[in-house]
């Protein structure tokens, strides 16, 4: 099909993103990617001057891909998936998401577009302790108008599929780490967001609490939901299809994920 800038604009019409009608018009039929970053850069104050995080990061990522974030410790990967996750809007560059700018936009106007389509999950979890399992895991449902009884149901399915329904009373500090980065990822996915971005979602589990946590992501991903995961583990990133190498704020590979090792 070719897109005609007529029908371009007719998607744009709230006239946010005259630069996007722009590109679609040219490329014709090419989507618009649900993520593109360009020249995204991050730097904190250092010594009078500035230390860089991110430089130059130059992205597209499209709606159901499954892509895996590899890097050195350091390296600026947990930066880029706060900035994916529009957790953090202090960078420079661009952030387009579903063709509307996330960058130079106000904190509220960021976070809302956060809260409409990600789940995040965090490194270090972020649970809230003083609730208890069911509710953290009912807090994303709280956000929208999800009616009680079919919160409920939400938060017993999940409870279920991560075979954690003897912990729903308990408070995260009464559970390993295991077990809250389990909660953690039902948390994340349990209001159905659009993209789930998840920082070493694996990284205290187990191999074989890992494997499942990862057969759900897949599970999530057949269904449309688009994946981007923070990993060291070629097998993690064996789940999905593309990994992205970052090496001192750099994007310096990207590539296919390598086929698991035979044993
Ligand atoms: P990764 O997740 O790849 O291990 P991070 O994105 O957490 O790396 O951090 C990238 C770099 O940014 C690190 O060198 C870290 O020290 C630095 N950094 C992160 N947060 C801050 C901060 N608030 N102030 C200064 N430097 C920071
Ligand atoms: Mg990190």
Redesign the pocket.
């Known amino acids: 099909m070719t897109t005609t800038t007529a029908e371009t604009r007719d998607d744009h019409d709230d006239g946010t993103n005259p630069e996007m009608a722009t590109i679609t018009a040219t490329t014709e039929s090419a989507p618009v990617p649900m993520i593109r970053l360009d020249n995204v850069e991050k730097s ?1 104050p ?1 010594k009078g001057g500035q ?1 860089w ?1 991110l430089r130059q990061v130059k992205l597209e990522i499209q709606e159901g891909e499954f892509v895996t974030i590899m ?10 998936l706060s900035i994916l996750g529009m957790l953090d809007g202090d960078f420079g560059g661009e952030y387009w998401f579903d063709g509307k700018p996330a960058h130079g936009v106000s904190n509220k106007a960021r976070a809302r577009l956060g809260k409409e389509n990600v789940g995040f999950v965090f ?1 270090q979890f972020h649970l809230l302790d003083d609730l208890t399992v069911a509710e953290n895991l009912d807090i994303p449902l709280s956000y929208r108008n999800v009616p009680r009884k079919e919160r409920d149901a939400r938060v017993a399915e999940m409870l279920d599929r991560f075979q954690i329904v003897g912990k729903k009373d308990l408070y995260p500090p009464q559970l390993s780490g295991g077990q809250q980065q389990q909660v953690a990822v039902a948390r994340a996915v349990i209001a159905e967001p659009r993209i789930v971005l998840a ?1 070493e979602p694996t990284g205290s589990l187990h191999w074989k609490q890992g494997e499942a946590i990862m057969h759900l992501l897949s599970e999530l991903n057949a269904e449309g939901t688009t994946i981007v995961q ?1 990993s060291h583990d070629e097998r993690v990133a064996a789940f999905g299809r593309r990994v992205i190498e ?1 090496a001192d ?1 750099w994007v310096n590979a990207d590539r296919p994920t390598r086929a698991p090792e035979k044993p």
């Open positions: 904190y250092y230390t995080v890097g050195p410790s350091g390296s600026g990967k947990s930066t880029l490194q920082d923070v970052i704020g």
